[in-house]
């Protein structure tokens, strides 16, 4: 404890209002060089919560009346703690023996004696207002300590030069509320992280450890970490072993300011200390499901946004391939109500040619005698559906492992057990993630298989592989020669990585989930599919070119604006790559979906299906938590109000 040489304490007999502030362990020294006693009065050091205070009391009085004294004390000194009347117990802070409340006070302690005394406590609405300025405050605090000048720094294995913005967003962890979105936030360098009061309470002493490593975070500085050696099972230990590393100032890391480098040289050109840790902090870094996880959040946050916008692309499609919306109909939906369906099919119907949202194209073969399209048109819904349904069947398992203690063993402080048990085992993040790559491998399947129709003349009534010069040039062959590629690739990589088990450490850890290859596998799937449908997104932008000076509706009118603003009309054969390469960077931005978006939540007529209809596009998905922790941040000093 330190003692503020600058104020000089009374030993007045009536002085009621010496507050010291101190951590949960004190020594009795400095107390003693306050010089408060007096020789008919007692003074107790009273510890409630994370606060203190000195009470005086009489030799006659109760111990019960000295917890009552306390938190009346604490009430009036600290008005917007929730403290309760009532208090639950007494105890010494030597030995931790409970004290019985009617006992004499100069029967069972002694003068500048500490106790502890545990009040209830009721979170009223102004207490967590409260909490919240104080946790924003605190955030700001911390935000001043970021360089706030962009740094242009170079990868080591690269000449490119990489700009670095300060991050946007503070990301309040409190210990249940983290989403998969927040991690990929994370690793844009758009949030920086700050731990809630909440969090602090429940971490105790690893406060300062889990402190220096949001530190690190926020320094972006990050471990060398293979990508393979983990069986999911004992928690994924050889990468978070290596994460851990660097955070111990072993190994190699990267910063933007050093770039690859020995991992104490990067935490020293960052003003950084090496971690020490303390008993248990070990293990916690290690045995987990942490890489499993996070890269399945990273994952699943992809195959989120493709999915919404195969949706969008498959609409495009249908309209250049002039096929029929008749297949969307919501009454068909309403009598198979799985919501991915009915979602999807919302979508499609609010996009395509409908009388508020015309399409030229549409009118075009409005008495067609085609009776009905082929599958990957006509059961856009029932396939991008299930995807939609898979995403957050998913997205419930991996947010609830994100907020799960799942290292080995457990403390349980309350009841004084350490507990050894199985929480590590990575079997439900990796089912989940096998899951989800069999779920969005099918988004490049029905993708490619309608890239070949618009390249198919016999299929689109379009020029042959979408060249005006056929003879010459192979126009967009190749692109779907590519697609077909990597959708078979696919194939081969959905077959789960959870189905296999191979025993280690002697036999001990006999069955192992194999997650970190679940992990790796699902996020390779969702490139490929990303890849895949760049290229149906350039083909049926490229079939427009054909059909003009017909339009399509609205908003897919201003997603082929959006592709044509990097990738020009194909005339005659050129290298595409770098146009193949910035549509699925468009995609991985999510730059197609915010296009159409502006005009999903306008559209009136999304009304006749129900009053929720508009809300369906955007609305958080059931059982995800919905208060957010993420605080904008901002030059103005307003703009952290809480609100």
């Not at 006693?37 to 000295?66: A, F, Y």
């Amino acid at each position: 404890m330190t003692v503020d040489s600058r104020k000089k304490v009374q030993p007045e007999e009536d002085d009621e209002d010496v507050t010291i502030q101190c951590p949960p362990l004190l020594t009795s020294f400095a107390i003693q060089n306050l010089s408060l006693n007096t020789s008919d009065k007692m003074r107790l050091q009273v510890q409630i919560g994370t606060e203190c205070v000195v009470v005086p009391c009489k030799p006659e009085d109760t111990v019960h009346s000295v917890a009552r004294k306390s938190v009346e004390k604490l009430r009036r000194l600290r008005p917007k703690l929730p403290l309760a009347d009532n208090y639950f117990e007494v105890r010494r802070t030597v030995g931790n023996s409970l004290l019985d409340p009617e006992d004499l006070v100069s029967d069972v302690l002694k003068d500048s004696d500490f106790i502890i005394v545990a009040a209830s406590i009721e979170e009223t609405e102004d207490a967590k207002e409260a909490k919240k300025q104080e946790e924003i405050d605190n955030a700001r605090a911390e935000l001043e300590k970021i360089d706030n000048r962009r740094r242009k720094v170079s990868f080591a294995d690269s000449l490119a030069p990489m700009v670095l913005a300060p991050p946007t967003k503070l990301l309040i962890l409190d210990g249940n509320s983290l989403l998969p979105e927040d991690l990929v936030k994370c690793e844009k360098g758009e949030c920086a992280i700050q731990l809630s009061m909440e969090a602090e309470d429940r971490i105790r002493k690893a406060r300062t450890f889990l402190e220096k490593i949001a530190s690190e975070h926020r320094a972006f500085c990050v471990s060398y970490v293979p990508q393979q050696g983990t069986v999911g099972c004992s928690g994924d230990l050889c990468p978070l072993a290596h994460l851990a590393l660097g955070l111990l100032g072993e190994g190699k890391m990267w910063s933007p300011v050093t770039g690859w480098q020995p991992a104490d040289l990067v935490l020293r050109k960052n003003n950084l200390e090496p971690l020490e840790l303390g008993p248990k902090e070990g293990l916690a870094l290690i045995n987990g499901t942490q890489m499993v996880t996070a890269l399945g959040a990273y994952t699943l946050e992809r195959a989120h946004n493709i999915a919404r916008q195969a949706d969008v692309i498959a609409a495009l499609s249908l309209d250049v391939l002039k096929g029929t919306t008749r297949a969307y109909d919501p009454d068909i939906h309403r009598i198979r109500p799985h919501r991915g369906q009915n979602l999807s099919a919302l979508r499609l119907r609010a996009l395509l040619h409908s009388e508020a949202n015309p399409s030229q194209i549409a009118e075009s073969h409005r008495n067609c005698r085609k009776v009905q399209d082929a599958y990957t048109l006509r059961c856009v819904p029932q396939v991008h559906g299930v995807v939609h349904d898979t995403i957050e069947f998913v997205r419930e398992i991996i947010t609830t492992e994100m907020n799960s203690a799942t290292d080995n063993p457990l403390v349980f402080a309350d009841r004084e057990e350490i507990i050894s048990g199985g929480n590590f085992h990575g079997e439900y993040p990796a089912k989940a993630l096998d899951y989800l790559a069999i779920a969005v491998a099918e988004l490049a399947q029905m993708s490619e298989r309608r890239l070949e129709r618009l390249v198919n003349k016999e299929l689109s009534g379009l020029p042959t592989f979408l060249t005006p010069d056929g003879g010459l040039n192979s126009g967009f062959m190749t692109v779907q020669l590519c697609a077909a590629s990597l959708v078979s690739e696919n194939k081969v990589l959905c077959h789960p990585s959870s189905v296999d088990s191979i025993p280690t450490s002697c036999n001990q850890e006999d069955h192992v989930s194999m997650g970190g290859f679940s992990a790796r596998k699902a996020l390779t799937v969702v490139e490929h599919v990303e890849a895949v449908l760049a290229m149906e997104l350039l083909a049926a932008c490229q079939g427009i070119e054909f059909l003009k000076p017909l339009m399509s509706t609205a908003p897919l009118h201003k997603v082929y604006t959006l592709v044509r603003s990097v990738a020009p009309p194909l005339n005659e054969d050129r290298y595409m790559k770098p146009e193949i390469d910035a549509v699925v960077e468009m995609i991985r931005e999510n730059r197609v979906w915010d296009t159409v978006l502006p005009h999903l939540e306008t559209l009136e007529a999304m009304e006749e299906l129900d009053p929720d209809a508009l809300r369906q596009f955007t609305k958080t998905p059931t059982g995800i938590v919905q208060d957010r922790s993420l605080i904008p941040i901002s030059d103005d000093e307003d703009s952290l109000d809480g609100n």
